[in-house]
């Protein structure tokens, strides 16, 4: 109950009436299967103080470089210096089954993560996107900003119980090839696939004159940093497998496996912005997803082999050596 109470406190009195409470955990844990969930409408949500918060936070969601970034009129409000909006990955404004949709997301929080050691808010998470994914800045916890993607992220969550397991969340594992990826098959996929979108070197095809882009950039300055989550040969692959040639939906993927982890491979060893302190994320070793593609390792593997595998034989290890510690 603490977040609701922070939030009431934290939204101006006009949106008190708006009560962003949490509902009350289920007796019975519900299943809800997304791909099944119709999402609400954009074009329903009304001009009373909460409907405002909610449009605001889909134009922040869709639209991230005009409204926060390097063409948001007020300086103090370009939080992100790229050209990602949140939609590139969140697609369909967040309601993509298995490229983490933010339906429901609102009654998953707060929770417990390896990468900070912490137990996270929603805010926080947003935030770890801004901070990496948008390599931009983090946005204050009691701005409007902040306010607007908790209301978005509460509407779209509408009607589904806290607590609830999804179906669809996060993002769909592929299969692993046995094998270290192969950059070469990588590249040829990558120019076959993805090239006529994303441009031959993978930095994306602008949208007119403004930041944003049509076609969003994979790698280069305006992308996502070294230390986003798609920078993970297997958290790459599984989001490019599900979705992408763009229209793809997970029950009718494009790539094969072995595909999406090889050009996974490829689009991760080309260049991207540097996030600084990356070594101090995983506190405990132990916990860190074995394609982190940056040390330092519970293991002795080679770095090279933490990015581009085989990932089985490390698994191995770190569960040897946590049997090890017990
Ligand atoms: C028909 C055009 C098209 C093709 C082909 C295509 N994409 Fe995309 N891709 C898009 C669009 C458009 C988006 C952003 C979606 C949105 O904002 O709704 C996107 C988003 C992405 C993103 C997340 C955003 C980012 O910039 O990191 C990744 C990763 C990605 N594509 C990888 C690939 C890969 C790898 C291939 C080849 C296997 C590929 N795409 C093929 C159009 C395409
Ligand atoms: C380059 C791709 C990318 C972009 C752009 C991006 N995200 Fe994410 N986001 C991810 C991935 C991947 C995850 C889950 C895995 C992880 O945390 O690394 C995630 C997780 C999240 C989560 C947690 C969801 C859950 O179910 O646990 C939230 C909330 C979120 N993002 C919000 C945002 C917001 C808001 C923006 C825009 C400011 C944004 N993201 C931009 C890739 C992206």
Known sequence: MKRSIHLISML?????????????????????????????????????????????????????????GPAAIDPAKRFVGGGL?????????????YSVPLMGAWGQFPQYRAREAQIDTLEDRINGCFERSMNGHVIPLDGTEMKAYLAYIKWLSTGIPDGAKLIGAGMKSI????????????????????????????????????????????????????????????TFASFVRYNMPFGTTFDAPVLSDTDAYDVAAYVNSLERPVRPNLDKDFPNKLQKPVDTPYGPYADDFPPEQHKYGPFDPIRAKIKELAAARR
């Open 12 to 68: 101006s009195l006009a949106a008190a009436a708006v009560a962003m409470a949490r509902e009350a955990p289920a007796a019975d844990v519900q299943q809800i299967d997304l791909a099944e969930w119709t999402p609400p409408s954009i074009g329903s949500v009304g001009d009373d103080p909460f409907g405002k918060l909610v449009k605001y936070g889909y134009a922040l969601f869709t639209d991230t470089p005009n409204q926060i």
């Open 85 to 97: 909006t949140c939609q590139n990955c969140h697609l369909k404004a967040g309601t993509q089954p």
């Open 175 to 234: 299969k692993e090839p046995g094998r270290a990826a192969d950059l070469d098959n990588g590249a040829k996929v990558f120019a076959d696939t993805c090239a006529s979108c994303h441009g031959k070197d993978g930095r994306g095809q602008r949208a007119g004159k403004g930041p944003g882009y049509q076609f969003p950039p994979l790698a280069g300055p305006d992308s996502y940093n070294n230390g986003a989550g798609m920078t993970r040969v297997l």
